[in-house]
């Protein structure tokens, strides 16, 4: 960037993101905030800002972190990353991923540390470690992850280089031993940096070159087996907004308010709730955190959305939550016995186990929106803070831990047992009808 567009994006951003619209690992720790990290190469500002970013911040309630000050290269970039990932509440990652994202080394550091083990046991509760890294949501800007050649005529990412960066040395090491980290994980390989820890490098050639920053990038993605498809500009706000939440969960968003527009309608006055609060939401199946429900007006006023089958009997629901829990019911109706047994799931537990339920501060998280069964006079929960494709895994190891069939449980006819991590987006997509904001 110039010093012109830095001083662009520095006024834009003082104008549109106030400190309080903007999550860090100190402030979400005083309020019980969850949110994302924003991993964005600094040249994409605008098209990752202001027309993705600022759009799901103002008009969904998303919480965000983002670093607004990487060019002054304070010492404490590196700190400010790994702290801010590392922080219980922050849920995952949200990568924009284009050409100028894959050979930065900075960008491409940030993805690495996000699959590392210290990023992976974010969640401190050993029944909720997510040992496969943190989830990212890949929004694909170009062909970035197609073309191995050098894009601008300069191979070198200045990884190490000390001209005008008196952090090279601290980022070098922190590189290599993310790297490490992750060629020990199985994530990455350890030929396709073929210059690491080679002290004979003259100083005229690159530490890391363009073409191997981004193989460590596809990498990664690759292991995230995310989808390629680009960010085209038809693709809705509304899209985006469904992948993070099926991805971190619908923690992530605060109640936001709009104002309502129409004849006969007072705009100064009239406020109508994205998220409204229902009453006994537990009790009614649809998702809660502290008093906001995922089922939103939209879904509300629509009788379309997932369809689906449980030992032949069909359902029809506009939340994913309802899965989970006519699973659980339709195990226990054939057995009620399957209640104690369906624990060996995660997503199960008897109430008292758990603490805080259908609240941020839920323990284990995965229970901050559930559900109450009374059975046999003992109260069980089923909690659905997951993303759908691991809903569908949850539901699995319920039909499981009760020694049934998995395929008992058919979406639109396709086989339970058939959806895996590598297909699952296909299928939903092809098979649902998405009625969410």
């Given amino acids: 960037m110039t010093d012109e567009q830095k001083i662009e994006r520095r006024k834009w951003l003082d104008e549109n993101f ?47 972190y983002f670093d607004r000050e990487f060019e002054d290269r ?12 590392n ?5 995952g990652v949200v990568a924009f991923y284009s050409k100028k994202y894959t050979k930065s080394y900075a960008t491409v550091m940030e993805l690495m540390y996000s699959q590392t083990e210290e990023a992976s046991c974010t969640y401190r509760d050993d029944s909720d470690k997510n040992l496969n890294g943190l989830p990212v949501v890949f929004i694909n800007w170009d062909d970035g992850s197609k073309n191995v050649k050098d894009y601008d005529g300069k191979n070198d990412t200045g990884l190490g280089k000390a001209y ?38 003259p100083s005229n050639k690159p530490l890391l070159d363009v073409a191997h920053c981004k193989e460590i990038a596809n990498s990664i993605k690759q292991y995230k ?40 309608v007072d705009t ?36 379309q959305g997932y369809t689906y089958t449980i030992f032949g009997k069909e359902y029809n629901t506009a939340v994913q939550a309802d899965f989970m829990y006519d699973a659980f019911e339709a195990l226990t109706n054939k057995n009620p016995e399957y209640a104690r047994m369906s624990t060996a799931a995660k997503c199960v537990s008897k109430a008292d186990d758990v603490t805080d339920a259908n609240t941020k501060n839920a323990k284990p998280s995965y229970f ?63 098979k649902f009808s998405r009625n969410k904001i």
Wanted: glycine residues 6%.
């Fill in 18 to 64: 106030k400190d309080n619209m903007i999550c860090n690992n100190k402030k979400s720790k005083e309020d019980g905030t969850h949110y994302v990290f924003i991993s964005y190469k600094s040249d994409d500002w605008e098209k990752a800002l202001k027309d993705i970013v600022y759009p799901l911040v103002k008009d969904y309630g998303l919480n965000v």
């Fill in 74 to 85: 304070n010492d404490n970039w590196v700190n400010q990353f790994t702290d801010n990932m």
């Fill in 87 to 91: 922080e219980p509440l922050c849920k």
């Fill in 164 to 201: 005008g960066n008196g952090n090279s040395a601290i980022e070098k090491k922190c590189f290599e031993e993310y790297f490490d980290q992750l060629v020990e994980r199985g994530i990455l390989k350890k030929n396709i940096w073929n210059n690491k820890n080679n002290e004979s490098i």
């Fill in 225 to 264: 087996q995310v989808n390629d498809k680009e960010y085209d500009g038809e693709r809705t706000l509304k899209y985006i907004r469904n992948s993070i939440e099926d991805a971190f969960g619908p923690s992530v968003f605060s109640q936001v308010e709009e104002k309502k527009t129409g004849t006969g």
């Fill in 268 to 303: 100064n006055n009239t406020k109508t709730t994205i998220i409204k609060e229902e009453n006994n939401i537990a009790q009614s199946g649809v998702e809660k955190i502290e008093g906001m429900s995922t089922k939103n007006i939209e879904a509300q006023n629509n009788n």
């Fill in 368 to 430: 901050r929106a559930c559900k109450s069964f009374n059975i046999n006079g003992e109260e069980y929960l089923v909690g659905t803070s997951y993303s759908i494709y691991s809903k569908l895994v949850e539901i699995r190891n319920m039909f499981k831990a009760c020694n049934e069939d998995a395929n008992e449980f058919k979406v639109n006819g396709e086989l339970l047992g058939n959806i895996n991590s590598a297909n699952w987006e296909s299928i939903i997509n092809k």
